[in-house]
């Protein structure tokens, strides 16, 4: 059985099985060609890339949001080409933290594949250990990968609006907490946050070593948060990419949740939305 999360350790002596393909999915919100840059200089051995722009979004305009989910076709190309066929055991990595890897992980479960993990502590951990990396690109041969669309694991503005008062719902912000207040905004129309929802900054997750916190302390923070007991948990951040985190750390202590696609770049650029700014909801 695949297990969500996956050490260095275990990855070490994993990474050349031909079963496991290792994604590098390292990304900087403000620098969207950095990523690539550093794979083309050091990554693990025989990891492949994908960009979380180019390939792990839909073309711009193709749904709300900065970065819309690719629909079936497009991400069955991008996985088939990525060398990802049924079989397959996925490991995703990328910077402390990991909220590019758990957008991968996210797509690749809605779209039916449950062999998928994350690297915890990303490409710091692994170099930190002192494992070796390469500057190798790698091609791996092309795969067949047949999407399966899981329903009921999104929920678009309208269904946020209905529900976001709701007593039973918990609406949570992975954004940084200026940008949920509404203090600074570099990317999207309006600034400040959906009404009701809750700051949930996914770096709250994550330990100072770059990796994930204890099961423990994800359960008391959701806990805090009101996520534990909800009838509902909706998750958000800019553009659908870091609240992916958030959800999977829910995933690990046992909690599902909602992703909103287009997030605050799709909800701040209908000026018929309301929002809230401040640092409590």
Do not use: K
């Amino acid at each position: 059985m695949t297990t969500p999360l996956v050490s260095v350790d275990w990855l070490a002596s994993h990474y050349d099985d031909p079963h496991v393909r290792i994604i590098d999915t390292r990304w900087y919100l403000l620098e969207p060609q950095r990523g690539a840059a550093e794979y083309c200089s050091s990554h693990i051995p025989g990891a492949v890339y994908l960009d979380v722009a180019a390939d792990l979004s839909g073309p711009p305009g193709s749904g709300p949001g900065r970065h819309p989910l690719p629909d079936a076709s497009t991400f069955a190309e991008t996985a088939s080409r990525a060398g990802i066929a049924a079989d397959t055991h996925v490991v995703a990595y990328d910077l402390p933290g990991g909220m590019a890897a758990t957008r991968l992980w996210w797509l690749l479960r809605a779209y039916g594949h449950e062999a998928v993990s994350v690297l915890d502590g990303g490409w710091q951990a692994w170099c930190s250990a002192g494992y070796p990396t390469s500057d190798q690109p790698i091609t791996p041969p092309r795969a067949v990968f047949v999407p399966r669309w899981r329903d009921g694991l999104t929920i678009d503005a309208d269904g946020v609006a209905a529900v976001c008062a709701s007593p039973g719902t918990v609406l949570l912000d992975s954004r940084a907490a200026e940008r949920y207040a509404g203090r600074v905004e570099p990317l999207d129309p309006r600034a400040g946050h959906i009404p009701g929802a809750r700051s949930a900054h996914f770096s709250g997750d994550v330990a100072a070593n770059g990796r994930l916190v204890s099961a423990a302390a994800l359960a008391a923070r959701y806990d805090a948060l009101g996520a534990t007991d909800a009838a509902q948990v909706i998750c958000y951040c800019g553009s659908g990419v870091s609240a992916t985190h958030t959800i999977f750390a829910l995933h690990l202590i046992g909690r599902a949740a909602l992703l909103y696609p287009g997030s605050w770049s799709d909800w701040s650029s209908d000026p018929a939305r309301p929002i809230a700014t401040g640092d409590e909801p």
